[in-house]
C-alpha cells in the first residue's frame, strides 16, 4: 500500500478566537463521575442555550484501556452560551445486550422540537441514530441506520418538504481497505426513513485531510448559504504516543464549507485551509488524544457573532467566536 502523502504544519485562520478561559466544561465541572467531557452537541432552544456533551466516566487508569464500556451522555445550560452548569445526571444512554453505547451528540432545533443525531456502537457495527426530545429528560428514538454510519447531523429546516441530514459512511471495502471516508448527504420525508443519497464533499477535495473527513456541527443558515463545519483528519507515523494511548498518529482539524440553499447538495465556496487547527495547550498536549478538534455545535447570533463549541484533545469541551461576514469570506474566496 502506497504511503500517503504527509501534510505538514497547520495553523487555524486568523479571523477565530478562542475564548480565553477555555474550556468552558471539563470533568470537574460535572457533579457526576467523568473523566472526559467533551464531542457536544449545543443549540439554543426555548430562550436558552442547551449542551448534550460526551461524558466518558470511567477511571483516568482505564480510559485508555477500556473505554467503549463507560460513557453517556450529559446536558448542561446557559444563558449566555458561555458559562455553562451541567445538570444533576446524565440525560441520554443506550446499554443492552447488542448496543455498547451512545456518543457524539449533536443538536438541531427544527419547527420548536430538538433533535440529536449520535453515534451508537453495537456489537455488529457503528450505527447512526436519530432522537427527538421537549425536555432533555425523554428522548424517543426516531431511527438507527444500518452500520457503518457515523457523525450524522440534521439541517435546521425542511428543503422542498425533505429532512436533510450529512453523513459520514465507513466505506472501507470499496475505498481499498484504509481510511477514506467522505461526507454524504441524504434525504428523508419522516426522519425515519433516509434515502436520495450523493457524496458530497471527498478527501480528495480537502487539502489539509489525507486519512478522512466528515460532518461537524449542524448547517447553519445565512443569506449567502448553508455554512457548514467539518472535520478532517490527516495522519503522520512519526507522531508517536501522543496521548494516554500506546499510540495515537492522528491530527483532527476543523474546515469550513458553504452550500447552496436550495440545493445543499451543492457546494457554493470551501475554505482551503483549516478553519481551527490544534494549537492551544488544551488541545496538543495533557490530552486523551492530543491534536484533536472536532467541532459539534454552531451558534449564529443576532449580532453576527458566529459560536462555535468543540471538543479539544478528547478531553475537555471548548469555545471559539467568529463574524459570520469573515466566515462567508473565508469560503466564497477559498
Not at 485508555?64 to 449566555?80: M, R, V, Y
Not at 452548569?85 to 455498547?100: L, R, T, W
Not at 420525508?189 to 486519512?211: M, T, Y
Request: net charge negative; proline share 7%.
Amino acid at each position: 500500500m502506497t504511503s500517503l502523502p504527509l501534510i505538514g504544519d497547520l495553523f487555524s485562520s486568523s479571523i477565530i478566537k478562542r475564548y480565553p478561559a477555555n474550556p468552558i466544561l471539563d470533568a470537574a465541572s460535572v457533579p457526576y463521575p467523568t473523566a472526559l467531557v467533551f464531542n457536544a452537541g449545543v443549540t439554543k432552544f426555548n430562550g436558552k442555550y442547551v449542551m448534550v456533551f460526551r461524558n466518558d466516566y470511567g477511571s483516568l487508569e482505564k480510559q485508555s484501556i477500556e473505554p467503549h464500556h463507560t460513557t453517556d451522555l450529559g446536558i448542561a445550560f446557559s444563558d449566555d452560551g458561555i458559562h455553562w452548569k451541567a445538570g444533576p445526571k446524565p440525560c441520554f444512554k443506550m446499554h443492552n445486550e447488542e448496543v455498547v453505547r451512545a456518543y457524539d451528540p449533536r443538536l438541531t432545533v427544527i419547527d420548536g422540537r430538538c433533535y440529536m443525531c449520535f453515534a451508537v456502537d453495537t456489537l455488529h457495527g457503528i450505527r447512526g441514530g436519530v432522537a427527538v426530545t421537549d425536555d432533555f429528560e425523554h428522548f424517543e428514538v426516531l431511527s438507527l441506520s444500518t452500520p457503518d454510519l457515523r457523525n450524522m447531523v440534521l439541517f435546521p429546516e425542511k428543503i422542498h418538504n425533505r429532512y436533510v441530514r450529512l453523513e459520514r459512511p465507513f466505506t472501507v471495502y470499496s475505498r481499498g481497505g484504509i481510511d477514506r471516508f467522505d461526507t454524504w448527504i441524504s434525504e428523508s420525508p419522516d426522519l425515519k426513513f433516509w434515502g436520495n443519497s450523493d457524496l458530497l464533499l471527498a478527501v480528495e477535495q480537502v487539502p489539509f485531510a489525507n486519512d478522512k473527513i466528515g460532518p461537524a456541527a449542524p448547517p447553519v443558515k445565512t443569506e449567502k448559504g448553508w455554512l457548514t463545519l467539518f472535520h478532517a483528519v490527516d495522519i503522520d507515523p512519526s507522531r508517536g504516543k501522543n496521548g494516554w494511548e500506546p499510540t495515537w498518529k492522528k491530527r483532527y482539524t476543523a474546515g469550513i464549507m458553504l452550500l447552496d440553499l436550495d440545493n445543499p447538495k451543492k457546494i457554493v465556496g470551501m475554505y482551503k485551509k483549516p478553519l481551527l487547527a490544534p494549537e492551544a495547550d488544551y488541545e496538543v498536549d495533557g490530552g486523551f488524544r492530543n491534536h484533536v478538534i472536532f467541532p459539534g455545535g454552531m451558534v449564529l447570533e443576532k449580532s453576527g457573532e458566529v459560536k462555535i463549541y468543540y471538543g479539544a484533545a478528547d478531553t475537555v469541551e471548548c469555545l471559539a467566536t467568529a463574524h459570520v461576514d469573515d466566515l462567508l469570506k473565508l469560503c466564497l474566496e477559498g
